[in-house]
């Protein structure tokens, strides 16, 4: 579970998490409480939350999530003049590579 202690939405998936028992089951990967670039004006620059120091899939923003995920994902948001959308919390299943939920 990619999260960010800046978002509600996290906070509240890993509170139910705990409550759970899931802490051991699905591991946490915390992401920087900032997203850079979010107000640029040229929307290529965006890309997402940056990851927390010690990430252990080597990812530097959330971006790379996404793409890995869906390839195209940023070009499909670009090619239709939006700035791509990407946000936390991320349920990242290891074992196919796909997003379960966000």
Not at 11 to 26: H, P, S
Not at 83 to 101: C, E, M, Q
């Amino acid at each position: 579970l990619y999260h960010a202690r800046a978002c509600p939405w996290c906070n509240r998936c890993t509170a139910l998490m705990k409550v759970k028992g899931l802490d051991g089951v699905i591991e946490k990967v915390l992401v920087e409480d900032r997203m850079p670039n979010y107000a640029a004006s040229d929307h290529t620059l965006y890309r997402g939350w940056k990851m927390a120091a010690g990430n252990p899939d080597g990812y530097d923003y959330v971006d790379q999530i996404y793409e890995a995920a869906a390839p195209g994902y940023r070009d499909e948001w670009h090619s239709q003049g939006k700035r791509a959308y990407y946000p936390v919390p991320i349920l990242f299943d290891l074992k196919t590579g796909k997003i379960v939920s966000n």
